[in-house]
């Protein structure tokens, strides 16, 4: 055996013991007659000790050889630390070595293993099989698999099952763009990888397999973020006979399980809002509830006054920061310069402060009077200290920027704080969308997404009211989960397929073996998946998916480690049938 003990476990009840310990060298400390080494595996670190007095001569010798990241093996006696570590779980003990074993030596790694580490990002990614050695990245992927144990453990008790999906399916048009992948002995065809197991979860309801899940990995060719990857992973779900209801509360007790169980966090509340509410109150979709500054609507009582830009707007809104109307003219500037950034695009904003004694002060007092102003800290709930943003002009991009801002100040100030978690449901989504582009409609999920029963006469009439049987779980301000309850019947998913532009021959040969299938006795049936990244990121303090993910693309979409995607060889390219035609 290698080891006989991790370089976590030793204490005090070890001393005296004779054991066997390997890892990686963390650091060295050579004092001449004392060298001191600092050996780390995967369950912590434990001190060697050398002494010129009690180590072997040749042990000794070769102890000063040793560099970091060498992979030693060592045997010797657990003593007491004349000098205790109090920070470390070791800290009491450290190991007389009398056996030292050189099992690979190593380069010296182009950045330091530590916590704080001196490796930029491209660095670390190249090099990710040691960003992996230290602990924010390990502890990550440790954390992450505590989630899938999780998960798997409380889906498994509620009798859902385990089902893999294909991975090399059909290419379909709806959603972001596909990975494809040529087929060698069907020449000219291609498989794609799947954006979701979508219709062969809503397959399995129609086999009968009643309650499905898998975490699995999805495939899309999308413009990358922070908390997107070309190949990411789902908690995906199904179940039949269920109303939309029954999702809510299977997840909404998940989602308690796993606050529970991994953060200690006791939730009571999953507050429910529509859509429409979301995006009048917050801005967006996805709205985090941690703070309030929810959105005041102003044109009742800020238009038909002599200010121009306020008249010629769609909407004039606004929100109230908190204890901030003490910010100086420079702070104030700084906000404004935010907002006007290509980025959020708004093209100036106007300030009320809420002063202490009662008064209000503003960057367009020349306009409004104290009774004007005061109708305005009323609409935006804004109390004495507080200091009110307003931004106007085309309703649905003011939105979108005040919710930015509003996000921005509550950063600033300190409000979205990493350890508390305030889940809600978003309901009642539209369930199709217009494309002016395209001229025509899109599915806001998907095209399997059934219409709300009581809006089901409207889809004649006036598809764009349809209300999606659609709900979305947000934690924090990030959609961590979605889904629907889906279509049943052929006769409305060839509806919906028109809808959306599909000819029949289009629907047939697209989604034909779907059709086909709903005709052997579908059962009603939902899901959701939740995206595991992201959620994993959340539970764990952060917003970036990455550090979460054993080997991530970057921001190109490339695995700077392996190099990849990268040219193959025109033996491959003419076994698949396939020519490259390259631009210059």
């Given at each position: 055996?290698?080891?006989?003990?991790?370089?976590?476990?030793?204490?005090?009840?070890?001393?005296?013991?004779?054991?066997?310990?390997?890892?990686?060298?963390?650091?060295?400390?050579?004092?001449?007659?004392?060298?001191?080494?600092?050996?780390?595996?995967?369950?912590?670190?434990?001190?060697?000790?050398?002494?010129?007095?009690?180590?072997?001569?040749?042990?000794?010798?070769?102890?000063?050889?040793?560099?970091?990241?060498?992979?030693?093996?060592?045997?010797?006696?657990?003593?007491?630390?004349?000098?205790?570590?109090?920070?470390?779980?070791?800290?009491?003990?450290?190991?007389?070595?009398?056996?030292?074993?050189?099992?690979?030596?190593?380069?010296?790694?182009?950045?330091?293993?530590?916590?704080?580490?001196?490796?930029?990002?491209?660095?670390?990614?190249?090099?990710?099989?040691?960003?992996?050695?230290?602990?924010?990245?390990?502890?990550?992927?440790?954390?992450?698999?505590?989630?899938?144990?999780?998960?798997?453990?409380?889906?498994?008790?509620?009798?859902?099952?385990?089902?893999?999906?294909?991975?090399?399916?059909?290419?379909?048009?709806?959603?972001?763009?596909?990975?494809?992948?040529?087929?060698?002995?069907?020449?000219?065809?291609?498989?794609?990888?799947?954006?979701?197991?979508?219709?062969?979860?809503?397959?399995?309801?129609?086999?009968?397999?009643?309650?499905?899940?898998?975490?699995?990995?999805?495939?899309?060719?999308?413009?990358?973020?922070?908390?997107?990857?070309?190949?990411?992973?789902?908690?995906?779900?199904?179940?039949?006979?269920?109303?939309?209801?029954?999702?809510?509360?299977?997840?909404?007790?998940?989602?308690?399980?796993?606050?529970?169980?991994?953060?200690?966090?006791?939730?009571?509340?999953?507050?429910?809002?529509?859509?429409?509410?979301?995006?009048?109150?917050?801005?967006?979709?996805?709205?985090?509830?941690?703070?309030?500054?929810?959105?005041?609507?102003?044109?009742?009582?800020?238009?038909?006054?002599?200010?121009?830009?306020?008249?010629?707007?769609?909407?004039?809104?606004?929100?109230?920061?908190?204890?901030?109307?003490?910010?100086?003219?420079?702070?104030?500037?700084?906000?404004?310069?935010?907002?006007?950034?290509?980025?959020?695009?708004?093209?100036?904003?106007?300030?009320?402060?809420?002063?202490?004694?009662?008064?209000?002060?503003?960057?367009?007092?020349?306009?409004?009077?104290?009774?004007?102003?005061?109708?305005?800290?009323?609409?935006?709930?804004?109390?004495?200290?507080?200091?009110?943003?307003?931004?106007?002009?085309?309703?649905?991009?003011?939105?979108?920027?005040?919710?930015?801002?509003?996000?921005?100040?509550?950063?600033?100030?300190?409000?979205?704080?990493?350890?508390?978690?305030?889940?809600?449901?978003?309901?009642?989504?539209?369930?199709?969308?217009?494309?002016?582009?395209?001229?025509?409609?899109?599915?806001?999920?998907?095209?399997?997404?059934?219409?709300?029963?009581?809006?089901?006469?409207?889809?004649?009439?006036?598809?764009?009211?349809?209300?999606?049987?659609?709900?979305?779980?947000?934690?924090?301000?990030?959609?961590?989960?979605?889904?629907?309850?889906?279509?049943?019947?052929?006769?409305?998913?060839?509806?919906?397929f028109s809808l959306l532009g599909f000819t029949p021959e289009q629907a047939e040969a697209q989604f034909g073996f779907l059709m086909n299938a709903f005709q052997f006795g579908a059962p009603p049936h939902g899901g959701l998946a939740f995206g595991l990244d992201r959620l994993v990121a959340i539970l764990g303090g952060q917003e970036t998916i990455r550090d979460f993910i054993a080997f991530p693309k970057n921001n190109s979409g490339r695995d700077v480690m392996i190099d990849a995607p990268s040219a193959i060889d025109e033996a491959q390219l003419n076994e698949l049938h396939i020519k490259l035609n390259l631009s210059e």
């Amino acid at each position: 055996m290698y080891r006989s003990h991790n370089c976590g476990v030793l204490n005090a009840s070890h001393i005296n013991k004779e054991v066997s310990l390997a890892g990686w060298v963390q650091k060295s400390r050579d004092k001449g007659f004392m060298i001191w080494v600092d050996l780390r595996d995967r369950y912590g670190v434990t001190q060697l000790i050398f002494d010129e007095q009690r180590t072997d001569k040749a042990v000794f010798e070769k102890a000063k050889s040793l560099g970091r990241e060498f992979v030693v093996q060592v045997k010797g006696t657990v003593i007491e630390r004349e000098s205790k570590n109090p920070s470390m779980a070791t800290g009491d003990i450290e190991i007389l070595v009398s056996e030292l074993n050189i099992l690979n030596e190593a380069l010296l790694p182009p950045f330091t293993i530590e916590d704080d580490t001196d490796g930029g990002e491209e660095t670390r990614m190249k090099y990710r099989y040691l960003d992996i050695r230290r602990n924010p990245v390990k502890n990550a992927l440790l954390f992450r698999h505590k989630v899938a144990m999780e998960v798997r453990k409380y889906l498994s008790d509620l009798d859902f099952c385990e089902v893999e999906t294909p991975y090399l399916i059909k290419s379909t048009p709806e959603g972001a763009r596909d990975f494809v992948v040529p087929s060698r002995m069907n020449e000219g065809q291609f498989y794609a990888l799947p954006q979701s197991p979508q219709t062969f979860k809503q397959l399995l309801m129609v086999g009968g397999m009643d309650k499905y899940f898998q975490i699995v990995k999805c495939f899309r060719d999308e413009d990358l973020r922070a908390d997107r990857q070309p190949e990411f992973t789902q908690i995906d779900c199904e179940m039949a006979f269920v109303e939309q209801e029954d999702i809510l509360n299977v997840f909404e007790g998940l989602t308690r399980h796993l606050l529970k169980e991994l953060k200690g966090v006791e939730v009571d509340q999953f507050p429910r809002i529509t859509y429409d509410y979301a995006m009048k109150t917050y801005g967006n979709d996805k709205p985090d509830i941690r703070f309030e500054m929810k959105f005041g609507e102003l044109n009742a009582v800020a238009q038909h006054k002599e200010f121009g830009v306020f008249n010629s707007a769609e909407l004039v809104v606004g929100i109230a920061a908190p204890g901030c109307a003490s910010y100086t003219r420079k702070e104030i500037d700084a906000l404004i310069d935010w907002v006007k950034r290509p980025q959020i695009g708004a093209s100036g904003m106007v300030y009320v402060k809420c002063e202490e004694d009662g008064t209000f002060k503003s960057s367009v007092d020349k306009f409004y009077d104290q009774d004007d102003l005061k109708k305005w800290a009323e609409a935006t709930n804004a109390k004495a200290g507080d200091l009110i943003l307003i931004l106007s002009g085309n309703a649905d991009k003011t939105r979108t920027q005040l919710s930015a801002l509003r996000m921005e100040v509550a950063t600033r100030l300190g409000l979205r704080k990493p350890d508390e978690f305030a889940p809600l449901w978003v309901v009642d989504f539209p369930l199709l969308e217009w494309d002016e582009e395209s001229g025509r409609y899109h599915a806001m999920h998907h095209p399997f997404t059934s219409p709300k029963p009581e809006d089901m006469k409207l889809i004649e009439t006036n598809p764009g009211k349809v209300r999606a049987n659609a709900y979305d779980m947000v934690l924090n301000g990030n959609e961590i989960g979605g889904g629907s309850i889906r279509i049943h019947d052929k006769a409305l998913q060839s509806s919906m397929f028109s809808l959306l532009g599909f000819t029949p021959e289009q629907a047939e040969a697209q989604f034909g073996f779907l059709m086909n299938a709903f005709q052997f006795g579908a059962p009603p049936h939902g899901g959701l998946a939740f995206g595991l990244d992201r959620l994993v990121a959340i539970l764990g303090g952060q917003e970036t998916i990455r550090d979460f993910i054993a080997f991530p693309k970057n921001n190109s979409g490339r695995d700077v480690m392996i190099d990849a995607p990268s040219a193959i060889d025109e033996a491959q390219l003419n076994e698949l049938h396939i020519k490259l035609n390259l631009s210059e």
